[in-house]
Structure formats: structure tokens, C-alpha cells
């Protein structure tokens, strides 16, 4: 057993004297993502059955929006090599999205209370205006077109 103890010292002591891993080389990239991330709000709060309550919940994804470009804005420049594409991509299709959900707004806004025809057919209309939003709402999908900020996304706290 005395044996035994030297060789756990020196086990210990190899252990503690081993460098520090490596730093993900990815790191500045994860830290972007982070910010984008922590930038975006979550949306919780469903459409309703009325055109003014479809007109609150879609006033509210494009206060989302806003805060998404914003939150892309304030995150600066991607710290990756060709990813200035991508953010004036993904910052595109907000901005189209933007303007179709104020054209929702508005065709919303026409609708009499208690006129379910107008309604149906106001959401009919919305709908086929919108047809760009589902990439909008997670500009992170195209943000992703990029493999180092995909990586980056799938290992930033909050993301």
C-alpha cells in the first residue's frame, strides 16, 4: 500500500499540470450568436377570431420583427468571413415581411365588427400576403445558410 500513494501524487500532479483545453475556435462567433439570440423576443400571445384581435396579434409580430432586425443590428458585424450576406439577407426578409403585415394591418382594419364574411375574407387575403413570413420569423434560418454561424447558433447559450 505505501507504494500506492507516491504513484497517486504523481497521477494527481500530472493531472493538474495538464494545459487547458483548447478555446473553441468558434468562440467570437458564439458570443454573436448569443447577442442575436438574447435580442429576439418569444412570442406567446394567439390570434383571436375578431379582425381587431388579428390586428393586435399582427401588430405584434411586427413589433417582434423590429426587435429581431434591431437585435441583429446591435449585434454588429458577424465576426465570420462572408457573413455580411447573410445578415443583409435575414434583415431583408424582415423588412419584406414588415411591409407585408402592415398590409395585414390595414386589411384588417377595413373589416366592419361582426361582418364574418369581410373577416374571411381579410384573412384569406393576410394569409396570401404572408406567404414570406415563416423565414422571417426565425431570421436565424438564414443566418444558418453560413456553417461556422450555424455551429456558432447551436452552441450559444439562449439560442
Excluded at 447577442?35 to 401588430?59: M, R, S, W, Y
Excluded at 420583427?65 to 458585424?77: N, S
Amino acid at each position: 500500500m505505501p507504494r500506492l500513494a507516491p504513484l497517486l501524487s504523481l497521477l494527481l500532479i500530472a493531472a493538474c499540470a495538464a494545459p487547458p483545453p483548447a478555446p473553441d475556435p468558434d468562440a467570437p462567433a458564439i458570443a454573436w450568436a448569443a447577442k442575436v439570440c438574447a435580442g429576439i423576443p418569444q412570442i406567446t400571445v394567439a390570434p383571436q377570431e375578431n379582425a381587431a384581435d388579428l390586428g393586435a396579434f399582427v401588430h405584434t409580430l411586427s413589433v417582434a420583427l423590429t426587435q429581431e432586425a434591431d437585435a441583429i443590428r446591435a449585434a454588429g458585424p458577424p465576426p465570420v468571413s462572408d457573413a455580411k450576406t447573410m445578415v443583409d439577407k435575414a434583415l431583408g426578409t424582415i423588412n419584406a415581411a414588415q411591409d407585408s403585415l402592415r398590409q395585414a394591418g390595414s386589411r384588417l382594419a377595413q373589416v366592419q365588427p361582426g361582418d364574418a364574411a369581410g373577416l374571411q375574407q381579410a384573412v384569406v387575403d393576410v394569409n396570401a400576403g404572408m406567404t414570406g413570413l415563416a423565414d422571417a420569423g426565425d431570421p436565424k434560418a438564414t443566418l444558418r445558410q453560413n456553417a461556422t454561424l450555424d455551429r456558432a447558433f447551436d452552441k450559444a447559450a439562449g439560442c
